[in-house]
């Protein structure tokens, strides 16, 4: 039997990038996926079919995680379509470099609704759902440990992410519901991409202080997912789990 049959995984921002790769991970595990997306239904229906046509269970649901209603209907979806939920992965995220006279409002507003609120509106509304031995895993990020310059913002949004994370762990443990983070180094994504890192300076300066000696892939993430979505983890709570290849 494979470590998540018979349970069912929510996946937000799972349309792409380090979400894609963990909620093919976890069906391949044997995990019913709610692939979350909140514009690229393409992307989400790929993913949908590369889960299926491997004779495993998933269905695209679009919501945006910092809308109440929609982050409701996110995890509605699964109870309708699966009757259960079991582990909630919290990876939708957006990312924005600027440096101290660069921050906006409409800057700090657009990361700390999806990457804060957002994570708080999903797991609130999964929670009524979650019983015992469910995993909550919320993508984090090594920036709350490096603070990069020209990243007050995003880093702070991964520096909330963290303290939540202890929090929900000590509010949810005594209904026996695991809460932890992970906090990837950098990871080639669309989204690492398209804001420019992947062939930057930044990365190169990156990759020099990673022991391992490289950025991080998609699949590098999703199976530290895997493991903290099953029971190998059944004692792990309020952690956070640093996949960077060493960087810290
Ligand atoms: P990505 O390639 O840009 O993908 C982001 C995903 O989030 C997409 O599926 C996107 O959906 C979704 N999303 C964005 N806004 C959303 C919203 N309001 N509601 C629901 N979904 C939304 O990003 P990534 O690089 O894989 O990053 C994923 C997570 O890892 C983020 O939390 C990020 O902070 C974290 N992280 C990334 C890195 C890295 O180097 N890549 C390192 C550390 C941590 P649509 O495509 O439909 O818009």
């Keep these: 039997m494979s470590k998540l049959t018979g349970k069912v995984a929510v996946v937000t921002g799972a349309s792409k990038g380090i979400g894609a790769a963990i909620a093919k991970a ?7 996926v709610v ?8 992307g989400a229906d790929a993913v949908v079919a590369t889960i299926t046509q491997a004779g495993g269970k998933a269905v695209a649901v679009r919501g945006d995680v910092s809308q109440a209603t929609d ?4 995890i ?20 924005e470099f600027a440096p101290i006279e660069g921050i906006t409002e409409a ?14 509106l999903t797991t609130q509304a999964a929670a009524k759902h979650l019983g015992e031995g469910a995993s909550v895993i919320n993508i984090g990020s090594v920036v709350s440990r490096v603070t990069p310059a020209a ?3 995003y880093t702070g949004t991964k520096g909330a992410v963290d ?7 000590r509010e949810l443990g005594p209904r026996k519901i695991r809460v932890n983070s992970i906090n990837p180094g950098m990871v080639e994504t669309e989204g690492a991409t398209s804001a420019g890192f992947i062939g930057s300076d930044m990365e190169t300066a990156l990759v020099t202080q990673t022991p391992l000696g490289r950025v991080g892939q998609p699949e590098d993430i999703a199976k530290v997912a895997v493991f903290l979505a099953s029971d190998d983890a059944g004692w792990l709570t309020g952690e956070q789990l640093l996949a960077g290849g060493g960087l810290r």
């Design 71 to 74: 982050a409701q209907g996110i």
């Design 163 to 169: 303290a939540i994370t202890g929090v929900l762990a």
């Design 151 to 153: 990243s007050a913002v």
């Design 26 to 32: 976890l069906a391949a595990e044997g995990a019913s």
């Design 107 to 120: 800057h700090f507003h657009k990361q700390f609704n999806v990457n804060v609120l957002g994570l708080l």
């Design 76 to 95: 509605d979806a699964a109870i309708e379509t699966y009757g259960r939920l079991d582990v909630l992965v919290n990876n939708s995220g957006v990312y």
């Design 35 to 42: 692939v979350n997306y909140a514009s690229s239904q393409a």
